[in-house]
């Protein structure tokens, strides 16, 4: 009889013990956020998503050569001078971009690519919920060309090398002439 009742106190003060962390939090304020209703404010310079001003890049590919993943991909088309602008921070823009793509499915947010970009135009954005069921749809495309608009761009800039490669030959002839 006595073994028997000392089982029972031995399974009673058994769990007991076991329950004494969740016995302590019964009396402990909840820190747990209730996401997706609550949410908890990232600190600054957090990592998150990445985001490119494409109007200001400059096409330098600073950002390309840095990122250890190699998530970014970038196809340039040299402009013409008619065509060459200035960015919003005074940068000229000698390059149409037709593709500039980060596979955030790869990035590891090392946040290496904006440091060099000399037009600060790619940078973190708050953003951290952009799950997607599709990991090519985590393939972010920034570039505004339309692609029916790539091969014109294209013949213009071949057309306008031709052009610049007969000058200098023409040069070259009048100089050697004299
Ligand atoms: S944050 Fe890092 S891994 Fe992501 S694109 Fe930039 S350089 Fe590449
Ligand atoms: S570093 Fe900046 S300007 Fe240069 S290609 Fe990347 S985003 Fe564009």
Same mark, same amino acid.
């Given at each position: ?11 009673f003060w058994t769990?007991l ?47 390309? #050569? ?14 013409? $001078? +008619?065509? =060459?602008?200035? *960015? ?46 599709? #990991? ?14 790539? $091969? +014109?761009? =294209?013949?213009? *800039? ?21």
């Amino acid at each position: 009889m006595r073994q028997y009742l000392l089982n029972i106190w031995n399974a009673f003060w058994t769990v007991l013990v076991g329950m004494r962390l969740t016995w302590r939090h019964l009396f402990i304020p909840a820190v747990t956020v209730q996401y997706p209703d609550e949410r908890w404010t990232l600190p600054p310079n957090s990592r998150m998503q990445l985001f490119v001003n494409i109007d200001d890049c400059i096409g330098c590919r600073q950002c390309e #050569r840095a990122c250890p993943v190699e998530c970014i991909t970038i196809d340039l088309i040299k402009a013409v $001078p +008619e065509d =060459e602008r200035e *960015a919003s921070t005074g940068h000229k823009v000698r390059f149409h971009v037709t593709k500039f793509d980060i596979d955030m499915a790869k990035c590891c947010y090392c946040n290496l690519c904006t440091i060099p970009c000399p037009t600060e135009c790619i940078y973190m954005t708050p953003s951290y919920e952009d799950a997607a069921p599709d #990991r090519f749809d985590l393939i972010y495309h920034f570039a505004k060309i339309p692609p029916e608009k790539i $091969p +014109e761009l =294209e013949e213009k *800039a071949r057309r306008f090398e031709e052009e610049e490669a007969a000058k200098k030959t023409k040069k070259k002839a009048a100089v050697a002439a004299n």
